[in-house]
């Protein structure tokens, strides 16, 4: 299995909603990782995760909190989100955090702030 | 800081023909890796193929290879015999020191038929 499954597949919030983003992998995969990825731009990095820990934080503004409950899962709350914020939201796993480790990217989740 | 950067927003091949996007990269690492994935319009990224710095040979997969010229830090990606599902986004990209992925800015591969 080397999928990463990422729920909901498209979200619509409004500026004071609270939602979570959802990523899930199967492979024994030890680190994940979030990115943003506007239109027609290449994905940003957001947050890195290993062993469960937050190794990476890429000054990304505190109304995008990670969450890594469990090797297998890696969580995004959103809260007071701006328009801007839109865009599609990828997660992926790798073996290892290190440079030789293929990364494992999820469809994705787009997410739209209205 | 690593920068990698693709030159050609845009490119278009024949079907069967083949088709060579470029990818300039800068590093102050000693060893590090260079991959190619591929981004179709359904959004999933795949990887097309990867490349250890240290090593000399040029990677290849199936239609796909690489030329690799470490001292001009370049990593071109040819596609040989162009097929129809090659359409898609092509990201150039890096592994930092903690395995984060630094994008180019990316190529846009159409295949006519």
């Known amino acids: 299995d080397t999928e990463v499954t990422q729920t909901p597949k498209h979200l619509v919030m409004g500026m004071t909603n609270k939602k979570s983003l959802k990523c899930e992998q199967h492979?024994?995969?030890?680190?994940m990782y979030w990115y943003k990825q506007k239109a027609k731009k290449p994905p940003e990095l957001m947050f890195v995760?290993?062993?469960?820990?937050?190794?990476i934080n890429e000054s990304v503004p505190s109304r995008f909190s990670p969450e890594c409950p469990n090797s297998s899962l890696l969580n995004l709350h959103l809260h007071a989100l701006q328009p801007e914020d839109s865009a599609l939201y990828l997660c992926?796993?790798?073996?290892?955090?290190?440079?030789?480790?293929?990364?494992?990217f999820g469809p994705g989740t787009r997410l739209t702030v209205t | 800081a690593q920068t990698v950067t693709q030159s050609q927003p845009e490119m278009s091949v024949q079907e069967a023909e083949t088709v060579t996007l470029s990818c300039t990269y800068d590093?102050?690492?000693?060893?590090?890796?260079l991959f190619w994935y591929k981004q179709p319009p359904s959004r999933q990224m795949i990887l097309v193929i990867r490349?250890?710095?240290?090593?000399?040979q040029n990677a290849t997969e199936n239609r796909f290879s690489v030329n690799f010229q470490k001292a001009a830090k370049s990593f071109s990606l040819k596609i040989s015999d162009s097929q129809l599902g090659d359409a898609a986004m092509y990201f150039c990209?890096?592994?930092?020191?903690?395995?984060?992925?630094?994008f180019g800015k990316g190529t846009k591969l159409s295949v006519k038929p």
């Open positions: 992926a796993s790798s073996q290892w955090l290190a440079p030789s480790y293929e990364q494992y």
């Open positions: 492979m024994g995969h030890r680190a």
């Open positions: 995760y290993s062993y469960e820990k937050l190794s």
């Open positions: 590093t102050s690492e000693s060893d590090y890796y």
């Open positions: 490349q250890e710095a240290y090593k000399q």
């Open positions: 990209a890096s592994a930092g020191s903690q395995g984060n992925l630094i």
